[in-house]
């Protein structure tokens, strides 16, 4: 699979991807520490659960999004940025493999990245004794977690693809999450249905067990939808 | 490899870029592939290469390119000299296409020294010249030791002793069988560097043949003869070859076409009229191609649009 080493050496290769990395993984440390500054007025706990922190850290940040979302573009981002996409498909013709092999690697590198990033935050609430039992468990914050992180990669990943524009599509998830949030708080109240058909809404209501079935059909069929208009789009349209 | 570009059509809007464009580049020569700005050459490459949409079929030794298991090995493209990511170096850059057809790191120095990149091999190619984006591109190209070269206008922004290089390079690389496809607007570097061309304009093929059968066919390939007695000498050759094929040239000068040096000589002589000069003048293949190509060319300096 001479596209995955490709791939491989292609994200390695430029300093965005190691920047971009190291700032998902501090942005994840600094997030679940500050959350101990926070007061669980709910619960009425002393101290936060460490699983809610490592996860509030990541799931909803505007900052990991955006960071998320740059690892997500970069796949076809740099490539139309910089013309080099017609070195690719002059490599590789056959564009549905160079569609896939760049889909791993983009879902390899950021659910990678992302692990690294809760560990680091873990690791720093264990370092600095800020640890406490209760919320989630661990595989519950694994699995949202992968699908927070899949869902703003791919986002990402179809957006720069579909508009071949990179700054397009590393802000384009989060002015989707608000725009999502805008829509809900304005229109909501008198289309109950609206949040349950929107893709980051669908993945709340997954996330809280709400139509788990629905919701996340919901929001595979938004992933996969946008995934295929961008591949439909690569394979006809001029390099 | 034989490639063979069959029925390539593009157009962009009501604007036909490439219009119904079939040839076929052979191996073991250098092909010069020509034509006047915004004649389709860049649009034909890109067709070629499957990289643009559009009709037609190009087959690689028979079969497209996608159907070949490694197609850096089948055709080697340099298609811009700023084809590369700002931040990777050269290296990088190298070493990531070489991932693409499993070539070894060996090969990759091996091209770095060839095009003289050792120096810059570790720099990031955003502050590079035009020319050192060529080499990087050139590198690009034969990287994987192509059986094919495609190369649209590799020569722009080198430096004279690298355009030398650059030529006896691809001699080289055809003289060991394999197939070079050139364009250029340096005629008098495809002159010498080529051994076949294919001339369009307005994306239509005008010519497919060997250079020397191009220039032969030109109509500026003609006798000049010299002489103290030119008026005498114009009524002669007027009387045997017709008004139309003897053109003063200089006061004491005459340029005569569709006739040989033996024939002028023979026409003068038979007259008992003296010769100071007796040439035979061949059209060079800059000629042959603006004879081939004026009324097929959509922007003339100076003309606006044709």
Known sequence: MEILAFEYRRAKSIRTTWITSLFVILAAAAFAYLGTFADDFDEGLDRIPTTDLVAGALLGNPIVIVLIASLGAMAFGHEYRYGTIRLTLTAFPGRVGVFFGKLFTTVALTLFVVALAAVAGYALLVLLGETASGGPSWATVAWQVAVFTLTYALLAFSLTLITRNHPLGIIGPLILFLLEQAVIGLLGARLEWLPSVLPLASMQSWFSGVDVALSAGVWAAWMVGLLLVGLVLLRRRDA | ?306
């Open chain 2, 1 to 306: 490899m034989i490639v063979t570009a069959s029925n390539l059509h593009k157009t962009y809007g009501r604007t036909v870029a490439v219009n119904d464009l079939s040839f076929q580049v052979r191996p073991g020569q250098v092909t010069g592939f020509l034509g006047p700005n915004g004649s389709g050459k860049s649009t034909t490459l890109r067709l070629m290469l499957g990289l643009d949409s559009g009709r037609g079929v190009t087959l690689w030794d028979g079969k497209p390119l996608n159907l070949h298991a490694q197609a850096p090995k089948v055709v080697g493209a340099h298609l811009d000299a700023k084809f590369f990511h700002p931040s990777r170096s050269a290296r990088a850059h190298l070493r990531m296409l070489a991932a693409a057809s499993r070539t070894s790191r060996a090969r990759v120095e091996e091209v770095i020294s060839l095009m003289g990149l050792e120096s810059v091999a570790k720099k990031k190619p955003k502050g590079f010249s035009l020319g050192m984006g060529q080499r990087l591109g050139l590198a690009t190209a034969i990287l994987a030791e192509p059986e094919v070269l495609l190369l649209d206008e590799p020569a722009n922004g080198l430096d004279p002793q690298s355009i030398h290089w650059l030529r006896d390079y691809l001699k080289y690389y055809a003289s060991q069988g394999r197939t070079v496809l050139v364009s250029s607007h340096l005629l008098s570097e495809m002159e010498v560097m080529a051994d076949h061309v294919v001339v369009i304009a307005r994306g239509r093929l005008l010519a497919d043949e060997s250079v020397e059968d191009l220039v032969n066919r030109s109509t500026t390939n003609d006798v000049l003869i010299r002489s103290p007695r030119v008026d005498e000498l114009a009524a002669a050759l007027t009387e045997e070859l017709g008004p139309d094929a003897v053109r003063l040239e200089s006061p004491d000068a005459l340029a005569v076409s569709d006739a040989s040096t033996d024939r002028v000589g023979d026409i003068a002589f038979r007259h008992g009229l003296p010769v100071a000069e007796l040439t035979k003048r061949t059209a060079s293949l800059e000629q042959a191609f603006l004879e081939l190509t004026e009324s097929g060319q959509d922007f003339r300096i100076g003309g606006g649009v044709a």
